[in-house]
């Protein structure tokens, strides 16, 4: 079985651009969460997914937004971009809301974001 | 809301050498424990968890145990290799009001593992 894919891989934007980036779950997967993972901040919960719908949200300004697709398959955009924006972004997939604590969370390697 | 502390690194130790990292949390609830382990440019694996107080979570040769009375969830291996050197995450599950999920973690600990 796939493991969760996320593309692109590496992508560098400028100041005040936007940028979508993807991610695809392992299949049969219905939840998929976000996670931004910086140096100074370590890793923090963007949004999760779940059905389409976003279940929970984490403390980021509203240019972080996200959707996911009926095949499960998820978007996360930043528009408006800026120089603290430049972090790993991880997508991390799981069978369905039993709660973690029942499930494992699988990752993905990461979109690499630099802002300049 | 809550959170992790784990220990500061970077960890550096000789092959067969034995682990310690620690990790404590604050919570209000009853959370789920867990380690994750991310090697050089891939994302994180899970590497074991415990759901409950005195749980022991164990994978690999490591193990880590659920101390509800001193909120600790502390990482240990008694015979450490190269293959191991990579950065190691402890985490908890916090619940939404909406009753999801979602992992709250430490800052990580970068382990070297020297032959």
């Known amino acids: 079985k796939a493991g969760v894919t996320q593309t692109p891989r590496y992508l560098i934007k400028t100041r005040g651009q936007q940028v979508t980036l993807s991610c695809s779950p392992i299949s049969g997967h219905r939840s998929v969460s976000w996670y931004q993972q910086t140096p100074g901040q370590g890793l923090q919960f963007l949004f999760e997914y779940f059905s389409e719908t976003q279940r929970n949200k984490g403390n980021f300004p509203g240019r972080f937004s996200g959707r996911q697709f009926s095949n499960s398959r998820s978007e996360m955009n930043v528009s408006t971009l800026e120089l603290g924006d430049s972090a790993l972004y991880l997508c991390a997939s799981s069978l369905n809301p039993l709660g973690l604590s029942q499930e494992t969370q699988y990752f993905g390697p990461g979109t690499r974001l630099l802002v300049l | 809301g809550d959170s992790v502390t784990q220990m500061e690194g970077p960890v550096t130790l000789s092959e067969e050498a034995f682990l310690t990292i620690n990790c404590t949390y604050t919570?209000?609830?009853?959370?789920?424990l867990f380690w994750y382990v991310q090697y050089p440019g891939e994302g994180l694996q899970l590497l074991l968890k415990?759901?409950?107080?005195?749980d022991k979570g164990s994978n690999k040769g490591f193990e880590a145990t659920y101390r509800k009375e001193t909120t600790s969830f502390h990482l240990e291996k008694g015979s450490v290799q190269v293959s191991d050197s990579a950065v190691y995450f402890c985490?908890?599950?916090?619940?939404?009001?909406?009753?999801?999920?979602?992992?709250?973690f430490g800052k990580g600990t970068k382990l070297t593992v020297n032959p």
């Open positions: 985490a908890l599950t916090e619940k939404s009001q909406g009753g999801s999920e979602k992992l709250v």
């Open positions: 919570a209000t609830g009853y959370p789920s």
């Open positions: 415990a759901t409950k107080a005195d």
